[in-house]
């Protein structure tokens, strides 16, 4: 199973815990995490460095995007971080065995490898959270937003693995956080889940991305249990 925290945001963290450690108590913990920026005319390029830099420690990709290009970069950051991740292990592997790297084979095996390494990407089961920033500045592109996750779980759905998709929006009503839709497979259940999003407040993306860790967490020993009493 490959877990993976995308981070959807338009502006710099200002209240919680700093978000790039905790990216990389996520990655430490098998969790990778990526970003998306969603970049307006502004010069003012904080935020920008604090998506780049959860990205980097988060072991994942970050990508800037206009409001209109969202849809397309959410399922490519998404698909870019699957396969990276993949490559990477594969990686490991070579370097244990062989001591050596994807690049250094000879080309006809590299393409073995870069086959095999498709087949994983498509058929492994990919469990996805995503943490939408609603705050104050994303009032008007929030509809967008929402739309963009619809896509994404219609765009998965041509992988022969399974799919597992949740959001969670910060800041929540009462919390830093609010878990909108647990993970599903069902493109009806999200679109309830998410149909209404209130939007305004601060941005916690620290206390979000420590949210969705222990989310992962607890999925994990739900399925241990499961797996025992199986």
Do not use: W
Not at 61 to 75: A, F, M, N, P, V
């Amino acid at each position: 199973m490959l877990k993976q925290i995308i981070l959807i945001s338009d502006g710099q963290s200002n209240v919680g815990s700093n978000p790039v450690s905790i990216a990389e108590l996520a990655s430490n913990k098998g969790i990778v995490v990526s970003t998306i920026g969603i970049i307006d005319s502004s010069n003012n390029k904080t935020p920008i460095f604090e998506l780049e830099s959860i990205a980097e420690t988060g072991g994942g990709i970050c990508e800037l995007t206009d409001l209109h290009r969202l849809s397309e970069t959410l399922s490519r950051v998404t698909m870019k971080s699957v396969y990276g991740t993949i490559e990477e292990v594969v990686n490991n592997e070579l370097k244990e065995m062989m001591d050596m790297d994807i690049k250094e084979l000879k080309p006809s095996e590299r393409n073995k490898v870069i086959n095999m390494i498709d087949k994983i990407g498509d058929e492994i089961h990919l469990k996805c959270l995503i943490l939408l920033d609603v705050s104050g500045s994303m009032k008007r592109k929030i509809n967008i937003a929402r739309k963009s996750i619809f896509e994404l779980l219609m765009f998965l759905e041509e992988r022969s693995g399974e799919n597992q998709i949740g959001v969670m929006a910060f800041p929540g009503k009462d919390e830093y956080c609010e878990l909108l839709c647990d993970f599903t497979t069902n493109i009806d259940e999200l679109k309830s889940k998410i149909e209404i999003i209130e939007v305004g407040g601060t941005t916690p993306t620290g206390p979000a991305i420590e949210e969705a860790i222990r989310i992962f967490e607890e999925e994990t020993h739900k399925y241990s249990i499961n797996e025992y009493m199986v």
